[in-house]
Every structure is written in C-alpha cells, then in structure tokens.
C-alpha cells in the first residue's frame, strides 16, 4: 500500500521494459507519468569474440539465479535431444525467488542431468562475480533463457553484448532485442522447439551474423550515452 500510495504520488514513474509498463498499469499507475527507460549497458566492456571456426562443439550458455521460475529442466530436456555435439554451461547459484519456491531445485536439475544421460555435458559452476562474468560469456556460443517471467532479465542484455545469438522465452527484454532469425529466437518453452531452434544455430557464420547484429542493436539502444540522455530529457520537462 505504502509503494502504491508513492507511485501515483510521483511525478514521474520509469520503468525498465514493455512488459513492466504493462504491470504499472495493471498496478494502477497512469500512463501519462510512465516513462520507459532500460537499464544501460557499456557494450565495450564485453569480448566480442570470434566464432571458433575449429570447434564443433557448442557451448550453450545460462546465466542468472538458479531459481525454478526459470525453468532450466527445459533447457536440460532439450539439448537431451540434440544430435549435434554439445556442452551446457549453467553460470549462477542455486536461490529462491519466493518464499513459496520449494528448495532442493540444484539437485533435482541434477538428478534430471542422470537420468537423461548427459551429467558429463553439463557444467554447473555455482556463484560467480559479477566481474567474472565476461570470461563465461567469451566462452559461449549460444546463450538460452527459459523463464518463465522476468520484468528485465539483466543477463539476457549481458549476453547480447557479448555478441551471443540468444534464444528465450518472451519476457523481459528479450521481447525488444530479438527480432526473429536475425538476432535469435523466441521460443515457446516446449523442449522440442528449443532443441531445433539451438540445431539452426548450429551453423558457425549464422551466429556470428546474429550475434553482430544484436550487439550493435544493444549498443544503439542500450549504450549508456542513450539511456542517460533519456533520463535527462525526463529531469527537464518536469
């Protein structure tokens, strides 16, 4: 009540994405004080890597909280059914982003990893630095997100600016980076489709082609200089 009391009061209210415009809204904000202004990133601080033209294997990337919201025993089941070679690299500690989420979610994915038979191709690394997660990106091919919701999804702008084609779920800021099959894809959270949408990244100049398109889209819209410019521009006509 206290948080909805200050957001009508507010002069202004940004927020991060469409589809947390879309929950102000629904919260009771008017549409004339919602102002859209996403989180920046420096694109420059990301390796903008070259496709590995002697390596077969790809490196399928997850970043973020380990949490079930995110749904990662799809990611699991769908490489399970690849016939190409890969590795699954999940980057992030186990944590509950509820207090209704029942713990134990870090061992089932790896039990679930057992059963399906690929344990010794996926690599779980547990917490990591925010300053090290350049060396993880460098490392990727492909970076997959599978949430269920997000009202951002910080590593999926993170990924992009390291030059990775990205295959997600609609949410957060996936829906307005990804323009279909030419930054990635957005897939529908069936294990079947994310399994023939990560076949079509199989392709080496494919995802170089993406993933060089969707950096400078992040750079364009999401370079630090940009978003303060909108922050300024809001500041002034108040």
């Given at each position: ?231 300024l521009n809001l500041y002034q006509s108040l």
């Amino acid at each position: 009540m206290t948080f909805k009391a200050s957001a009508k009061s507010a002069d202004a209210v940004v927020v991060s994405s469409k589809l947390e415009y879309e929950d102000a809204i629904e919260f009771g904000i008017k549409k004339d004080k919602l102002h859209v202004i996403p989180m920046g990133i420096d694109v420059d601080e990301y390796m903008n890597k070259p496709v590995r033209q002697n390596e077969d294997t790809i490196n399928i990337l997850f970043v973020g909280r380990i949490a079930r919201v995110r749904r990662i025993e799809i990611l699991l089941q769908a490489v399970a059914k690849l016939s190409i070679p890969f590795h699954v690299t999940l980057v992030g500690g186990e944590e509950k982003t509820s207090s209704l989420s029942r713990p134990g979610y870090l061992d089932e994915l790896n039990k679930l990893c057992k059963n399906l038979n690929i344990n010794d191709r996926v690599t779980f690394t547990g917490p990591v630095a925010q300053d090290e997660l350049f060396n993880w990106y460098s490392k990727g091919d492909i970076f997959v997100y599978p949430s269920l919701y997000e009202n951002f999804g910080q590593p999926i702008l993170e990924a992009a600016a390291a030059g990775l084609p990205i295959i997600s779920t609609p949410v957060g800021v996936a829906q307005e980076i990804i323009t279909e099959n030419e930054t990635g894809f957005l897939f529908n959270g069936k294990p079947k489709d994310l399994a023939d949408r990560i076949t079509q990244l199989a392709d080496h100049n494919l995802r170089k082609k993406m993933g060089d398109t969707l950096r400078e889209t992040v750079r364009n819209l999401y370079g630090w200089g940009n978003i303060i410019e909108k922050y300024l521009n809001l500041y002034q006509s108040l």
